[in-house]
């Protein structure tokens, strides 16, 4: 490329990633309100995170219309282009991450005596280090730190411990308590929906990891 | 583009619409397939199911390495870049519909007596619906046919409503009987991700009516 498009192209990644890492920060906020509403019960709170969710897929277009400029545009070549669809990719995977806390937001009105639930403290907890996951990939993503994508693939297995032990949680929270199995059945959904936050956020980490080395990390099975 | 490189771009096109028309085919196979382990409790069935998903996975990377060679080579403008991009994009919602077969089949030794659940006649009926709606929206991937995608999205409303049906089905079953509430937590979530392909198959069929007609189908919140 001549050098004026170098620089043109280098700050139309700049800004591609500038757009990611505000998707990110919106869904990092969506995880942590979807959760405390969750835990209050406070629906107008949930509702913030629906509508936060159509902001997130906003600057997913953004990312696809300015992505698909940048390459006709500056037709970059192998690295360049890598980045572009690298880019096109990681705004996918937020948006959805963003739509699982949207999924959590909306449960919020069909748990009933909230307060009866112990796994109302792990899902919290879980929530915390999903969240946190989700923070670190995006930082690791800003920084090409292929070490710290990989200490976020290595505590996926927190959040899937942490998944297990409330499902067993809730499981028998349901034999014993019959009469709360259908807001038992909503947080079953909860704690899977943080599962998958971990999974998409591995799923980054492994894109990232990619991007700086070359290298695929070790095989995980999502 | 010079007349030989619009064949070779035709060429590669095709290739690329040859190889999700594969992916889907797959897909499709592994959604009938998980839910015929699930019923039968086949496990062995079940894991084919799994194998195959690897098969998909590779197909996605191929679209991808295919889709930036194209970019790189042939250097698409306007609608031709933008229809590379929507089968980057497509590649990766059927790859995800693979791993909802997937992990409806992981779940087939986790269910006991399943002869005694009634959802296990409504969750087959559920996933015909949604593995016509995958089936269908490739079709009209492959013609370009706005109208057979708005069908698809309009489909997916029967697979919301088998959806809460189950949903209330299995509630109550475990009302009636707590000794199965751990199996019939497992085709809650069965049923969550039968009715999550739905979801993706209507997200393609909007990706197929907007290259179509430059229009976004009426609004739908997922």
Known sequence: MAEHTVKAFDEDITHLRGLIAEMGGLAEVSIHEAIESMVRGDGELGKQVVLRDKKIDALETEVDRLAVRVIALRAPMADDLREVIAALK????????????????KRVDRIENRSR?????????MA??????????L???AARDPELALEVIKTDEKVDAFYDSIFRNLVSHM???????????????????IERIGDHATNVAEMVHFAATG???PDEDH
């Open 117 to 125: 639930f112990e796994p109302l403290t792990l899902i919290p907890a």
């Open 215 to 217: 290298l695929y990390p």
């Open 90 to 105: 990681i705004a996918g995977v937020v948006e959805r991450i963003g739509d699982y806390a949207k999924n959590i937001a």
């Open 175 to 193: 034999v014993e308590n019959p009469a709360t199995i259908s807001s038992a059945a909503q947080l079953l959904f909860v704690a899977r929906n």
């Open 139 to 141: 930082t690791a993503y």
């Open 128 to 137: 915390e280090v999903a969240a946190e996951m989700v923070h670190d990939v």
